[in-house]
């Protein structure tokens, strides 16, 4: 299922967060949003999973708005793993993952053997079924943020939309998760701050900075050291590994204070 952007404006207190975005996430396409912190990433996220209302605009799930599709439906259709995964209460970590499946049944409607088996292979795929009876808030941070993958797993989604999947997590579990992820073909529209990880696994990127988008395509296009120092104020220089074709940026930063 395709994903789309067209011409969404948000704003929050009266200011101007997000202006006039466009974008396309394809079946089966890993799309990257990059940009410094305060460049709109994550608001832009929040309004495609619907905890907040853009301005204007229109976002669509194949060939129907957004708008005009219920909840629990788009629910079904897209999983979310966002940056903050705060409880005020416990669960167990499979307790956790089996939410995943709320959209799919109706209300107050048992679990099935299907559920439990579904549930069970997602949190075999992040690596973390042995923690199954554990409580979810005794998890570390990374742990934490591979649980919100297996929940969002379990929806089955056709479109998985992550904001800032990474966080807190170690360079083997950043490669885990992302190799997952990229493994599931189906449509992806990921923020990250990696710039090298992005290279690696996104398929187009879309470089944001006070809420525009001001360049997007493949990532050998868009990491320049040009566009890299516009955006985020820095030097680097950009290397390709001549065994992978995989690029790396390498960051050369100037002091603020001399």
């Given at each position: 299922?395709?994903?789309?952007?067209?011409?969404?404006?948000?704003?929050?207190?009266?200011?101007?967060?997000?202006?006039?975005?466009?974008?396309?996430?394809?079946?089966?396409?890993?799309?990257?949003?990059?940009g410094?912190?305060?460049?709109?990433?994550?608001?832009?996220?929040?309004?495609?999973?619907?905890?907040?209302?853009?301005?204007?605009?229109?976002?669509?799930?194949?060939?129907?708005?957004l708008?005009?599709?219920k909840?629990?439906?788009?629910?079904k259709?897209?999983?979310?793993?966002?940056q903050?995964?705060?409880?005020?209460f416990?669960?167990?970590?499979?307790?956790?993952?089996?939410?995943?499946?709320?959209?799919?049944?109706?209300?107050?409607?048992?679990?099935?053997?299907?559920?439990?088996?579904?549930a069970?292979?997602?949190?075999?795929?992040?690596?973390?079924?042995?923690?199954?009876?554990?409580?979810?808030?005794?998890?570390?941070?990374?742990?934490?943020?591979?649980?919100i993958?297996?929940?969002?797993l379990?929806?089955?989604?056709?479109?998985?939309?992550?904001?800032?999947?990474?966080?807190?997590?170690?360079?083997?579990?950043?490669?885990?998760?992302?190799?997952?992820?990229?493994?599931?073909?189906?449509?992806?529209?990921?923020?990250?701050?990696?710039?090298?990880?992005?290279?690696?696994?996104?398929?187009?990127?879309?470089?944001?900075?006070?809420?525009?988008?001001?360049?997007?395509?493949?990532?050998?296009?868009?990491?320049?050291?040009?566009?890299?120092?516009?955006?985020?104020?820095?030097?680097?220089?950009?290397?390709?590994?001549?065994?992978?074709?995989?690029?790396?940026?390498?960051?050369?930063?100037?002091?603020?204070?001399?």
């Amino acid at each position: 299922m395709d994903l789309s952007l067209r011409d969404i404006d948000v704003s929050l207190c009266s200011q101007s967060i997000i202006s006039q975005v466009s974008l396309d996430a394809k079946q089966g396409e890993f799309v990257g949003i990059i940009g410094p912190n305060g460049s709109g990433k994550s608001t832009l996220l929040r309004t495609v999973y619907r905890v907040i209302k853009p301005d204007s605009g229109a976002i669509f799930l194949g060939d129907k708005n957004l708008k005009n599709i219920k909840l629990a439906d788009s629910a079904k259709l897209m999983g979310v793993v966002g940056q903050f995964n705060h409880l005020n209460f416990d669960l167990t970590v499979f307790e956790m993952v089996m939410m995943g499946r709320t959209p799919h049944k109706q209300l107050l409607g048992p679990d099935t053997d299907e559920d439990y088996q579904i549930a069970a292979e997602a949190l075999r795929k992040v690596g973390m079924e042995k923690q199954a009876d554990r409580n979810f808030l005794t998890l570390s941070g990374g742990e934490k943020q591979r649980i919100i993958l297996a929940r969002a797993l379990t929806q089955q989604p056709q479109i998985l939309v992550l904001d800032e999947p990474t966080n807190h997590l170690d360079i083997k579990y950043q490669l885990e998760l992302l190799s997952l992820v990229k493994s599931l073909g189906i449509g992806v529209l990921a923020a990250l701050h990696d710039l090298s990880l992005s290279a690696m696994y996104c398929d187009k990127l879309y470089v944001m900075k006070e809420g525009k988008i001001i360049a997007s395509g493949p990532p050998k296009q868009i990491l320049t050291p040009e566009l890299i120092r516009e955006v985020y104020e820095i030097d680097c220089s950009i290397q390709e590994n001549v065994n992978t074709g995989y690029l790396s940026v390498v960051y050369y930063p100037t002091p603020r204070y001399a």
